[in-house]
């Protein structure tokens, strides 16, 4: 079992930053390959960004390339995402989530455990 726990959330103004924390506990962090994704009332559920479980390998969406920067620590067991120049759009509840593979997948159903999501809230 994984357990993944969000943090870092918050009410931001357009044009701000928020960095976003996830850390991991059970089986080794490095095991596993990661991804962030987001969630906005009423929609589907998108996939952000992924990393890889060792190389550092990472891909993003087209809506965030060029604004938001995942990356990871295994020595922490911690995932983070560096979400700047935030836009009233990027509004979503954002989750993590650890896959038993080498690379990242932009596909929900890829991924093995989650965790409850942190809000993030972009005012314009």
């Known amino acids: 079992q994984v357990q993944l726990v969000e943090s870092g959330g918050g009410l931001v103004q357009a044009g701000g930053s928020l960095r976003l924390s996830c850390v991991a506990s059970?089986?080794?962090?490095?095991?596993?390959?990661m991804g962030w994704f987001r969630q906005a009332s009423g929609k589907e559920r998108d996939f952000v960004a992924g990393i890889s479980r060792s190389d550092g390998s990472t891909v993003y969406s087209d809506s965030v390339k060029g604004r938001f920067t995942i990356s990871r620590d295994n020595a922490k067991n911690t995932l983070y995402l560096q979400m700047n120049s935030l836009k009233p759009e990027d509004t979503a509840v954002y989750y993590c989530a650890a896959r038993f593979a080498y690379g990242s997948s932009r596909s929900a159903s890829g991924y093995n455990y989650w965790g409850q999501g942190t809000q993030v809230t972009v005012s314009s």
């Open positions: 059970g089986r080794p962090f490095s095991s596993y390959a």
